[in-house]
């Protein structure tokens, strides 16, 4: 979790993100448990964008979080001091999405599917990715 968390967010971001990686894991009912994150398809592409395509997304693999359930099966880097701090002790908050929406990559997180969705189309109107 930490390795996903360090290479997902920003150190002030990153107790965040460890509450929306516990929020989805622990959401069956809305079979949340896949996490999409593109960081883990760049890391079964070998690469290091922000960003991933829809074909991207497609590609079969152990480490693709938008095809499969749960954590990668081994980390996909290593964390920092302060993304294991933050896996282990998540920020309180019922967020379960993330986006880098501010220059600098600060994320803007919900817990509302609409409202990422139009987060993620301003931050892209705006040049952050």
Same mark, same amino acid.
């Given at each position: 979790?930490?390795?996903?968390?360090?290479?997902?967010?920003?150190?002030?971001?990153?107790?965040?993100?460890?509450?929306?990686?516990?929020? !989805?894991?622990?959401?069956?009912?809305?079979?949340?448990? %896949?996490?999409?994150?593109?960081?883990?398809?760049? =890391? *079964?592409?070998? !690469?290091?964008?922000?960003?991933?395509?829809?074909?991207? %997304?497609?590609?079969?693999?152990?480490?693709?979080? =938008? *095809?499969?359930?749960?954590?990668?099966?081994?980390?996909?880097?290593?964390?920092?001091?302060?993304?294991?701090?933050?896996?282990?002790?998540?920020?309180?908050?019922?967020?379960?999405?993330?986006?880098?929406?501010?220059?600098?990559?600060?994320?803007?997180?919900?817990?509302?599917?609409?409202?990422?969705?139009?987060?993620?189309?301003?931050?892209?109107?705006?040049?952050?990715?």
């Amino acid at each position: 979790m930490a390795s996903l968390i360090e290479r997902e967010a920003i150190n002030e971001d990153m107790p965040k993100i460890s509450r929306v990686i516990y929020n !989805r894991l622990a959401n069956s009912q809305q079979n949340m448990q %896949r996490l999409q994150f593109d960081s883990t398809v760049n =890391y *079964l592409l070998d !690469r290091q964008h922000i960003t991933t395509t829809k074909t991207d %997304r497609e590609k079969d693999g152990p480490y693709n979080t =938008y *095809l499969r359930k749960g954590l990668t099966p081994t980390p996909i880097g290593s964390p920092s001091a302060e993304a294991l701090k933050a896996a282990a002790h998540p920020e309180s908050g019922n967020w379960l999405y993330f986006v880098v929406c501010k220059k600098g990559g600060k994320s803007c997180f919900t817990d509302n599917f609409d409202t990422h969705q139009k987060t993620v189309e301003e931050a892209q109107k705006n040049g952050i990715f």
